[in-house]
């Protein structure tokens, strides 16, 4: 399919979303860090699928073999019944994290599962008036009505207001605002351990403890954000393991799958006692498809040690992009966590650099108009992160001049 062709049924048949973000160029195939487009154009996917999905890379042959075994076993039983894959799937989620699961198709209804449960949590153990969320400013938690309300970014609120009352918005590692925000109103404190959408801002052990403390003390839950920090990305399986503290809650997406869509929220006692049947429920949650390749993309993470190459090849990036601002090439400012890595601008030029890397084979992603992010794989070889690195520098050494 030719990219004018792609572009004119996007027009007449799918709602103008996402038009005025793609790309152009028409995807066609994936094999670990590399992806094609229907003209055969090679391109290295710094972005993981675009939106930090493919940890493991495209179509690894582990997760597509036992997708293709579970495709032509059992594609689909609905939780009115037993299934192994999805039973395997929480008994792995359950053993790393330390609680129970609950299954479902992304990171919106995973924070979504995650909000309702503290709410029921803080209903049984206080009352309807223990029902407040605390989250942070320029934080994202999903585009569903409540993790909307919960995401502190207005941009996004308007136009869809009113929203779910009862969500509370602090600066982001600021433990007086914390403090003067969480109170026996409060049932959950909800956080991404790392900002991902606003720039790899990560949260400071003082905030992450403040906020801990502050749940003990307040009887609310802890809930992490991991849905992209999650399953290995920053360098260890779980961004709160940087840490010196473990949530009540932590909820999972993105990579979860191996590229097919799944998300978990998993919980520990007592706040994952809240839910009783009935609570909360999902036609498609923990399906045996998607459950069989989560389980086979957990394998991979854990045979082939993703998080600590991870680890490795975020110091290699970022090490790269220092050079390039020791060069004067326009880089102000790198924030790595793993493969999780902003690079602010001296200009605003992180449109123009996205473009120009595109042409010549590279994907990036940015943040507002001078800052790029890059998401890369967890399977990045040296040498592809070399690569990345001498496309990178090259666009950047062309960048026009401010
Ligand atoms: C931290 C975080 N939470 C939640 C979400 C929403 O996930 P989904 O798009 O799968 O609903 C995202 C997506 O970017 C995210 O980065």
């Known amino acids: 399919m030719k990219l004018d062709e792609a572009k004119a049924l996007d027009r007449a048949h799918l709602l103008n979303l996402y038009t005025p973000i793609r790309m152009p160029m028409v995807m066609a195939r994936g094999e670990g860090?590399?992806?094609?487009?229907?003209?055969g154009k090679e391109y290295l996917d710094f972005v993981s699928g675009g939106r930090a999905v493919t940890g493991i890379g495209h179509c690894h042959p582990k997760v597509t073999a036992a997708i293709c075994e579970q495709a032509r076993t059992l594609i689909h039983m609905s939780n009115d019944f037993f299934t192994m894959p999805q039973l395997r799937l929480a008994k792995r989620l359950?053993?790393?994290?330390?609680?129970?699961?609950?299954?479902?198709?992304?990171?919106?209804?995973?924070?979504?599962?995650a909000i309702k449960l503290a709410r029921k949590h803080g209903f049984k153990t206080v009352g309807p008036e223990k029902s407040e969320i605390v989250s942070a400013l320029k934080s994202f938690h999903g585009r569903t009505l409540a993790t909307l309300a919960a995401t502190g970014q207005p941009k996004y609120h308007k136009g869809f207001q009113p929203l779910p009352a009862g969500f509370v918005h602090?600066?982001?590692?600021?433990?007086?605002?914390l403090k003067g925000a969480v109170n026996e109103r409060t049932c959950a404190v909800l956080l991404e351990p790392i900002l991902g959408e606003s720039g790899v801002y990560p949260a400071t052990p003082e905030y992450l403890g403040a906020a801990r403390e502050l749940c003990d003390q307040q009887g609310a839950a802890l809930i992490l954000d991991e849905v992209q920090t999650g399953l290995g990305r920053t360098g260890k399986m779980f961004a709160f393991e940087h840490y010196d503290i473990r949530p009540d809650v932590m909820t999972l997406a993105k990579a979860l799958g191996g590229g097919l869509p799944i998300g978990a929220m998993i919980a520990r006692e007592p706040v994952a006692s809240a839910f009783e049947p009935g609570d909360h429920a999902s036609t498609f949650g923990g399906s045996?498809?998607?459950?069989?390749?989560?389980?086979?993309?957990?394998?991979?993470?854990?045979?082939?040690?993703?998080?600590?190459?991870?680890?490795?090849?975020?110091?290699?990036l970022?090490?790269?992009?220092?050079?390039?601002?020791?060069?004067?090439?326009?880089?102000a400012e790198v924030r790595e966590r793993g493969c999780m890595i902003a690079v602010d601008l001296t200009a605003p030029q992180a449109a123009w650099v996205k473009d120009e890397c595109a042409t010549r084979g590279l994907l990036i992603n940015t943040v507002g108009d001078q800052m790029l992010r890059l998401l890369p794989?967890?399977?990045?070889?040296?040498?592809?992160?070399?690569?990345?690195?001498?496309?990178?520098?090259?666009?950047?050494?062309?960048?026009?001049?401010?």
């Open 33 to 39: 860090a590399r992806v094609w487009d229907t003209e």
């Open 170 to 177: 602090v600066p982001f590692n600021d433990v007086e605002a």
């Open 94 to 113: 359950s053993t790393l994290f330390g609680g129970r699961c609950f299954l479902c198709n992304s990171g919106a209804e995973a924070n979504e599962a």
């Open 318 to 331: 970022a090490a790269g992009l220092l050079e390039m601002r020791a060069d004067g090439l326009p880089v």
């Open 288 to 316: 045996a498809l998607p459950a069989a390749a989560a389980v086979a993309t957990l394998d991979v993470i854990e045979s082939e040690r993703l998080p600590e190459n991870a680890a490795r090849i975020g110091k290699r």
């Open 377 to 402: 794989p967890m399977i990045l070889t040296e040498r592809e992160a070399d690569r990345g690195l001498e496309m990178l520098r090259a666009v950047l050494a062309a960048a026009p001049r401010a």
